[in-house]
């Protein structure tokens, strides 16, 4: 299974933000453990940078990006996928190039704490919470989540 990260959750780990905290720390885990392949789209990285570093510091953030890119892959943002998302039905342009680019690597879902920006996308998009609570029933009982 196929998950792309916004930016938010990777936010929620890495600053500790409450309530969100728990549930995010758990998709990681699905990830670090395998049960899940975990992508994030080119564009969050620079934007993690960007947001981390006032907050936890330039050095820190660099060490954070690494583990990132330890443990994640990384859905390229290319010439279709830009000119995808700016003739998509996405209003803001930023989370068009996510899903663009979720599109590309074929993800099977995508994770957020905003699934009302992606009600136009034909990936699923899913809170932290309903999609550990779907993986824990794939892994359980078999279900196909696809």
């Known amino acids: 299974m196929k998950i792309l990260f916004d930016t938010n959750i990777i936010l929620d780990v890495w600053l500790k933000r409450q309530p969100f905290?728990?549930?995010?720390?758990?998709?990681?885990?699905?990830?670090?453990?395998?049960?899940v392949t975990g992508?994030?789209?080119?564009?969050?990285v620079t934007t993690l940078f960007y947001i981390?570093?006032?907050?936890?510091?330039?050095?820190?953030?660099?060490?954070?990006?690494?583990?990132?890119?330890?443990?994640?892959d990384v859905a390229p943002v290319n010439r279709s996928v830009l000119r995808s998302a700016t003739d998509g039905s996405f209003s803001d342009f930023e989370?068009?190039?996510?899903?663009?680019?979720?599109?590309?690597?074929?993800a099977d879902f995508i994770v957020t704490r905003n699934m009302s920006?992606?009600?136009k996308a034909e990936i699923p998009a899913y809170s932290p919470d309903d999609l550990?609570?779907?993986i824990n029933l794939r892994d359980t009982e078999g279900v196909d989540t696809k």
Not at 21 to 35: H, I, K, L, P, Y
Not at 62 to 70: E, N, S
Not at 95 to 105: I, T
Request: net charge negative; proline share 0%.
């Open 21 to 35: 905290f728990d549930a995010s720390v758990q998709m990681f885990t699905n990830v670090e453990t395998g049960r």
């Open 132 to 134: 550990n609570a779907l």
């Open 95 to 106: 989370d068009g190039v996510l899903y663009e680019s979720a599109r590309l690597v074929g």
């Open 52 to 72: 981390a570093r006032k907050e936890i510091g330039i050095q820190s953030t660099f060490q954070a990006i690494k583990k990132l890119l330890d443990m994640f």
């Open 39 to 44: 992508y994030l789209c080119a564009t969050t």
């Open 117 to 119: 920006d992606f009600e």
